[in-house]
């Protein structure tokens, strides 16, 4: 998988993108799963690439959608200003506005994004534009996985538009849903690791961000089957930005967060310098393992009760002693 993994993160990193122009990267991503055994893809009203895994009637509980956005800060043209260069997404504009950092722009058509080369080496994967094309990557990785091995799966997996902008091809996900109610949502993206998480250290299951907390039941079936692979993963809240499970969410679906550890988020180092981001290769190498098994292995032996089971329990075990205790406090109100 190795190989495959290196092949699909050089093919996609290298590819130019920015908010509303993400042809480039959704022309790569249809080419990478167009002869991928039991896909399907398509396209939503907002421009979002669709693609389904389905092989045999095996449905996970839930049947997972993972979604992963196309788009990085980078300049546009502005069609209402003569096609001035503008720059999109959260990156200071004092800092975007520098010499030495226009400098660093490449033009491309329309768009004009950060002149870093692909590099892999040591460990290392460096680009202009990690954030989120290796959470792409993966997503591209595990459907040929699981293609590979032949799993009996259903599997969605939405790559959104304009996420640097404000959520917007999320959010026509969620409010044009086509997955079904019994669907969830899983964030795949590359984050800053703040509140004790490393780089280094495995996948980030990422219980909240910025805005929101996600669903308590996803992320126990996330840590659950971590635990039964043996795949070392991070849990935290990562509130130093906000990914798209919120804005799923904020629509009615049921979310959660995985995330690789980013260095140089936004394309900004410890001193506000502009360089490329950069990702740990086992952190994405054990982050498409972990979202393999998630969606393709039967989560029995290890394994926690649900919160509701457990208290189910605890009250049959304490019974004697709340018919008890609840004859005193009658005595009281004597």
């Known amino acids: 998988m190795a190989d495959t993994l290196t092949s699909i993160l050089k093919k996609l990193l290298n590819q130019p993108t920015a908010p509303f122009h993400e042809y480039h990267v959704r022309a790569q991503i249809e080419q990478l799963l167009l002869d991928v055994p039991h896909v399907e893809l398509s396209t939503d009203a907002f421009g979002n690439l669709l693609a389904t895994y389905r092989k045999g009637k095996r449905k996970s509980n839930p049947v997972w959608v993972l979604g992963a956005h196309m788009d990085h800060p980078a300049w546009v043209k502005n069609p209402g200003k003569n096609g001035d260069w503008e720059f999109l997404g959260g990156v200071p504009k004092s800092i975007v506005d520098l010499p030495e950092n226009i400098a660093l722009r490449r033009e491309n058509g329309d768009i004009a994004p950060w002149g870093f080369p692909v590099t892999i080496e040591e460990g290392k994967v460096g680009a202009a534009a990690c954030d989120d094309l290796v959470g792409c990557a993966v997503i591209i990785a595990t459907i040929k996985e699981l293609a590979r091995l032949g799993l009996d799966a259903t599997v969605h997996a939405a790559f959104t538009r304009a996420e640097e902008v404000g959520f ?140 509701e089971e457990r208290v189910t329990l605890r009250m049959k075990e304490y019974k004697k002693h709340l018919e008890a205790s609840n004859a005193k406090f009658e005595e009281t109100l004597v």
């Open 168 to 307: 917007l091809g999320a959010w026509h996900l969620g409010k044009h849903w086509p997955f079904g109610k019994e669907a969830a949502f899983l964030s795949v993206e590359t984050s800053r690791p703040v509140n004790g998480a490393e780089m280094g250290d495995g996948p980030i299951v990422r219980v909240g961000d910025r805005l929101s907390v996600f669903d308590h039941d996803l992320i126990a079936t996330v840590m659950r089957t971590a635990a039964e692979q043996g795949i070392r993963v991070q849990r935290c809240l990562l509130d130093a930005g906000a990914c798209e499970a919120t804005a799923l969410q904020a629509c009615g679906i049921r979310s959660a967060g995985l995330s690789v550890p980013l260095g140089n988020y936004h394309n900004l180092d410890d001193d506000q310098n502009v360089s490329a981001e950069y990702v740990m290769l086992e952190d994405v190498k054990a982050t498409v393992n972990l979202v393999v098994a998630l969606v393709g292995t039967e989560h029995q032996g290890l394994g926690e009760r649900t919160l």
